[in-house]
């Protein structure tokens, strides 16, 4: 299994960015994915996750910000994000679990004041 992410960038604070992240090869229907970032200096974190069913969870510093989603047929998620700030600045990596854990390289994510 592999991830690919893309739609990191340079953007101003207020900005949007939509990030998206394909899986490929043998992937089990029921499973989870998501989004985590990490910025410098600082542990990596959880963003958004969303259930193959659809159910998500959000990052209290991203509610009513950032909203995640995923096509199943195409296996891939996506995270929309609106009024970026600063402190969203970070190498964002999405995740897939289902049985066991696979990480996506990152995306830079820059947001500037």
């Known amino acids: 299994v592999q991830l690919q992410a893309s739609g990191g960038g340079l953007v101003q604070a207020g900005g949007s960015l939509r990030l998206s992240c394909a899986a490929s090869?043998?992937?089990?229907?029921?499973?989870?994915m998501g989004w985590y970032r990490q910025a410098p200096g600082k542990q990596r974190e959880l963003v958004a996750t969303?259930?193959?069913?659809?159910?998500?969870n959000y990052a209290d510093s991203v509610k009513g910000r950032f909203t995640i989603s995923r096509d199943n047929a195409k296996n891939t998620v996506y995270l929309e994000m609106n009024s970026l700030k600063p402190e969203d600045t970070a190498v964002y990596y999405c995740?897939?679990?289902?049985?066991?854990?696979?990480w996506g390289k990152g995306t830079l994510v820059t947001v500037s004041s």
């Open positions: 995740k897939l679990t289902v049985l066991v854990v696979y």
């Open positions: 090869g043998s992937i089990r229907s029921a499973n989870n």
């Open positions: 969303i259930t193959n069913t659809g159910f998500t």
